[in-house]
């Protein structure tokens, strides 16, 4: 099948041309960075993680949400979402794919990386993580593989692939409330020490991803002759509405117990966030875009005729994608770390090579999409029923 | 037999030949002087008997395995004495006891481990963090 | 045998993951080894514990002494990178609301106010650090208390310094070696870029049968070193004859730095 991704017309080529071309600038910044070390970065003492380590959050959650397609079309026989679910599957595989690149970009040791395994540690949160997305991995790529070549051939997939499916849905769930647990389980980070961490990422999670999904559907269907199906966007679009629901709560209940209960360290980090603190605010801004955009997402999701409408639906999806991934990709990962243990301020932002390294990073996972998409719309393309 | 697309066939293989050996036709026709690792240090040559803390030949070709022993019994364990089959003690460090006689690196180790084709200094990369003794040269 | 590509990959798969089965037999072969020891001459104790006598600090030693900050530093090779961004520290002082955040009252800050506090690794009973190390590269060890870090096996992570919520963990965000402005210790490492580093109570000295650098380097004895399990170390008699306060006791990680102020 693989074949299928060598042959298409130019744009195709130029788009995975760019892609290279940004996977090649990123490639050169993390050799500088390599290099150098992670000076190169705007990471500190005190905020010492950042914007790799907020994407690989979001990401995750982008990776969980596809769930929200296999979990109706297998358990629930839902069969409008039979088009579209290997597309869920397929942008799981490339979500992974970057979570575990900006990891290693992380590191300060990338060469040390398999101790992880040779030391295995089941104490560690992150020995988990790494264990529920690799597994999350290889569930994807056998299913999403193993059902569309069965598609193909026009036979039903093995049975063996079954039992796969099955696991994969609370799997999903676990890769998202793994990744919530490496935050929530840490004595002293008030603001990530909640109990509802792992709710808040998989609403959100559920919320993004779908949304990033039927941009890519609408994509898919603007350029190739597949499409997914309108029922499929309307149920997901449904799917989106609640998740963003959820998530906003969520969001709001953070802030009652906060501040009713009056507690300074809980109060802080929320603060910080949306109004500054000790004359330091470098991301109010990026929190007062992310209410903005959540509010017009809502507005556009919950009025029936916006969210049917194809134009107002892409903004309503545009606009939750952004707005979650300025919360959760940007805002809850920064602000744990601030104030730092000594209750002081000390920003962070990204440098340029950071910011090239990250491109570099989703732009291989735009590849791998690509990729992906493009073997399975070709796939459909062929066994469709000629009209 | 036919081979489909022999001469494509035929061409990757002479390249993945070619690229596989490289390090043949890299070093051809260089003379490599064979390693000459020195003992003539102030401390070795005022020793009565010239003994490491393994026999020669399993020094030779067990110091690595040594080293990182040493190195988990030190650090994780908390155990810094070595007992020798000879009954005689060592303080297991690399940096304080294996170089308080071999003080001369240049001449020692790296002796070996750049004609082994080792990076010399990078691999092993015990330097970077234990300070390697001055030599006067 | 007829077999087709296909099949003869397979097999070769399986064969690729066995041989991942080797470094297993290598461990069953070993022989019996030399046998590592304690040094004889090394300081023991079963729950080594720190008390830092402020008071002592303030009122005998001299102002802006930093005799226990440069021993410690000088002694581990830590480097001064010059920012407030990249600093390694191991032992350092901050403001008394700052180690003890939310227990500064406008009151008592004002009696406090601008007096160094002592601040380092608290080595704690319950350490979030070792907790959340994916690698045991830094662990706590069983025969004493002391939480060590492995420089050899620490990935850079960066999790514990997520997890220590003392603020005791630094990171070498580049080659600290151009940074070391003391003249270097040649009887003990320095750290290289990518790793985290920390206090490690002066193991290596405490192997040799001497105290730890700070301590020793405190001419009015405001610091103490002792063991916990023994009622007659130094450490006891200061913690029974004296009121005592340990940072941020409510996150149960059970400091063992103790404060007389």
Redesign the interface.
């Known amino acids: 099948m693989l074949e299928r991704a060598l042959t298409g017309d130019k744009r195709y080529y130029r788009w995975l041309m760019f892609l290279l071309v940004l996977m090649g600038l990123g490639f050169a910044s993390y050799l500088y960075q390599f290099n150098k070390g992670l000076t190169i970065t705007g990471l500190s003492r005190d905020v010492s993680w950042g914007f790799y380590i907020a994407q690989f959050t979001f990401l995750v959650g982008v990776a969980a949400s596809a769930v929200m397609v296999v979990l109706p079309y297998y358990l629930h026989n839902v069969k409008v979402f039979g088009k579209i679910t290997i597309l869920g599957e397929f942008l799981a595989i490339a979500s992974v794919t970057m979570c575990l690149l900006f990891i290693i970009v992380d590191l300060g040791k990338p060469m040390r990386l398999l101790n992880v395994l040779l030391y295995p540690t089941p104490n560690s949160i992150l020995f988990w993580d790494m264990v529920v997305l690799n597994g999350y991995l290889f569930l994807n790529l056998l299913i999403g593989w193993n059902v569309l070549e069965a598609e193909r051939k026009g036979v039903h997939y093995p049975n063996w692939v079954k039992p796969l499916i099955y696991i994969s849905i609370p799997w999903a769930v676990s890769i998202h409330t793994v990744t919530a647990f490496l935050y929530a389980g840490l004595p002293g980070r008030h603001y990530w020490l909640t109990a509802i961490m792992a709710a808040r990422f998989l609403a959100s999670a559920f919320a993004s991803g779908p949304a990033l999904l039927i941009l890519l559907a609408f994509l898919v269907k603007k350029y190739t002759k597949f499409d997914p199906g309108k029922e499929a966007i309307d149920k997901l679009s449904q799917i989106i509405t609640y998740a963003m629901i959820i998530s906003l709560f969520f969001v709001g209940l953070e802030v009652f117990t906060a501040f009713y209960s009056n507690i300074p360290s809980h109060m802080e980090a929320i603060e910080y966030l949306f109004f500054g603190i000790h004359g330091h605010g470098r991301l109010v801004p990026f929190m007062w875009l992310f209410l903005i955009l959540a509010i017009v997402a809502l507005v556009l999701l919950i009025n029936p005729n916006t969210r049917k409408q194809e134009k107002t639906l892409k903004i309503a999806c545009l606009a939750t994608f952004f707005s979650m991934w300025l919360e959760k990709g940007l805002g809850l990962v920064i602000a744990g770390f601030i104030p730092n243990p000594f209750n002081e301020v000390r920003e962070y932002a990204p440098t340029i090579p950071e910011l090239m390294i990250a491109i570099g990073v989703w732009a291989t996972g735009f590849f791998v999409l690509t990729i992906l998409y493009k073997i399975a719309t070709s796939v459909k393309e062929e066994t469709a029923p000629s009209i | 037999m036919k081979i489909y697309d022999a001469r494509y066939v035929l061409i990757g293989l002479a390249i993945f030949v070619g690229l596989f050996t490289i390090p043949f036709w890299y070093n051809m026709g260089r003379a490599v002087p064979p390693p000459d690792p020195k003992l003539d240090t102030p401390v070795i040559q005022q020793m009565a008997v010239k003994q490491c803390v393994l026999p020669l030949a399993e020094i030779r070709t067990g110091h690595m395995q040594l080293l990182n022993?040493?190195?988990t019994?030190v650090?994780?364990?908390?155990?810094?004495?070595?007992?020798?089959?000879d009954g005689k003690?060592y303080?297991?460090s690399l940096?304080?006891t294996c170089m308080d006689c071999h003080s001369n690196k240049t001449q020692f180790c790296d002796q070996c481990h750049i004609y082994a084709g080792l990076e010399a200094g990078t691999v092993p990369?015990c330097w970077?963090?234990?300070?390697a003794?001055k030599e006067n040269q | 045998m007829e077999t087709s590509r296909r099949n003869f990959l397979k097999i070769s798969g399986v064969c690729a993951l066995g041989l991942t089965a080797l470094p297993v037999a290598d461990v069953f072969g070993e022989s019996d080894l030399p046998k590592a020891i304690k040094n004889p001459q090394a300081l023991t104790g079963q729950h080594w514990a720190m008390v830092v006598d402020m008071k002592k600090c303030w009122e005998k030693g001299k102002e802006g002494c930093k005799d226990c900050i440069l021993a410690c530093h000088a002694v581990h090779n830590v480097p001064d990178i010059g920012s407030i961004k990249e600093e390694i520290k191991w032992i350092w002082t901050n403001h008394y609301e700052n180690v003890f955040p939310g227990q500064e009252n406008e009151y008592n800050v004002k009696n406090l106010e601008g007096r160094p506090f002592i601040a380092l690794c608290n080595h704690c009973t319950n350490p979030p650090c070792v907790r959340v190390c994916p690698t045991q590269a830094t662990f706590k060890r069983p025969e004493d208390g002391i939480v060590m870090m492995d420089f050899h096996r620490c990935i850079g992570c960066r999790y514990c310094m997520a997890g220590c919520p003392y603020g005791a963990r630094s990171f070498n965000w580049r080659d600290p070696r151009p940074f070391i402005k003391t003249e270097l210790n040649m009887r003990f490492p320095t750290r290289e870029r990518g790793v985290v580093e920390k206090c490690n109570f002066c193991a290596e000295r405490l192997a040799e049968g001497l105290l730890p650098a700070c301590v020793e380097a405190c001419k009015v004895g405001a610091l103490s070193f002792g063991d916990l399990a023994d009622p007659n170390s130094v450490v006891r008699k200061l913690l029974a004859s004296h009121f005592t306060m340990r940072r941020k006791p409510e996150l149960g990680t059970q400091p063992n730095v103790y404060y007389i102020v």
């Open positions: 022993d040493w190195r019994w650090v994780r364990d908390g155990l810094r004495t070595y007992v020798a089959a003690t303080n297991m940096q304080n990369y970077t963090c234990h300070i003794p």
